[in-house]
């Protein structure tokens, strides 16, 4: 089974930078999946890491670390279009997602 | 190519009432998955399929059922709905077996509401 944390909120400023920590529990881990969804869509897939370090997309970065059951989604230069909820995914060995509850991030002007 | 579609877009329904929702992918995925998302707790699977002809329950399949007759169409049937049976519901595929990470695509979202 799996147990997923991130916090519920977080708010920022236009042009700032902001970190969305996830930690997880698992018993056969698989990868681990970003995406992000706007209020009234579904949700679009932004990240993925299946091994340790950093992987770079434009301004958005993933990070993981399977041995501390961690990740970190980085958001930079935020735009008032990245005010959404933001959802981390982590993949068993059977292939199924199990999702976290989602952090709604808010950009203030 | 439409990616995933899903029908209807939103619904009000009595209570006791049998509903389907529908489900279509065009990207030739093996893999099919249905959720429910409720406020405050994220998305939780509902069936699965891996692969045409064959399903899968998820963490929540109570008072749910599913078919996977051919590889593009993945109905999610509620025999008869329930209030705490409102919800939204997405649907999701992913190509399984590829070479990719198997991302899951998701649907617009059926949001179901059950009076």
């Keep these: ?109 | 190519i439409a990616g995933i579609t899903q029908a209807p877009t939103s619904q009000i329904l009595a209570a006791g009432r049998r509903m389907t929702l529908r489900c279509t992918q065009d990207m030739r995925h093996n893999a099919m998955y249905w959720y429910r998302q409720d406020l405050g707790l994220g998305l939780r699977l509902i069936h699965y399929s891996n692969t045409a002809g064959t399903t899968g329950k998820g963490e929540v399949p109570d008072g749910y059922s599913v078919s996977r007759a051919n590889t593009d169409d993945f109905p999610l049937t509620l025999a008869s709905a329930v209030p705490s049976q409102t919800s939204v519901y997405f649907c999701a595929s992913s190509e399984e077996g590829g070479t990719g990470p198997d991302t899951q695509y998701f649907g617009p979202g059926t949001r179901l509401t059950v009076l």
Aim: aromatic share 12%; charged share 20%; hydrophobic share 35%.
């Design chain 1, 1 to 109: 089974g799996q147990n997923i944390d991130q916090p519920t909120e977080m708010t920022a400023t236009e042009g700032a930078i902001v970190q969305i920590n996830c930690t997880y529990q698992t018993s056969g881990f698989n990868g681990l999946f970003w995406y992000q969804q706007h209020a009234g869509e579904a949700p679009t897939f932004l990240s993925y890491n299946v091994l340790d370090g950093l992987e770079e997309k434009g301004r958005f970065s993933s990070f993981l670390s399977r041995s501390k059951g961690y990740s970190y989604l980085l958001l930079k230069e935020l735009q008032m279009k990245d005010s959404a909820s933001y959802l981390c995914a982590v993949r068993e060995n059977d292939y199924k997602l199990s999702f976290g509850a989602g952090t709604t991030v808010t950009v203030r002007a």
